[in-house]
């Protein structure tokens, strides 16, 4: 899975085939979130 970016700690992540809406994954620890790409909206 491509790892975009890391700083901080956190790490974001896209997944190739993912579901939609288009998003990315933020890990930092043991949490984890999805956000949507165009509103920044917190999905998971």
């Given at each position: 899975?491509p790892?975009?970016?890391r700083?901080?700690?956190?790490?974001?992540?896209?997944?190739?085939?993912?579901?939609?809406?288009?998003?990315?994954?933020?890990?930092?620890?043991?949490?984890?979130?999805?956000?949507?790409?165009?509103?920044?909206?917190?999905?998971?």
């Amino acid at each position: 899975m491509p790892e975009l970016s890391r700083f901080y700690g956190i790490i974001i992540k896209m997944y190739f085939s993912d579901h939609n809406p288009p998003h990315f994954h933020a890990e930092y620890e043991s949490c984890k979130a999805e956000y949507d790409i165009k509103t920044l909206d917190r999905i998971a």
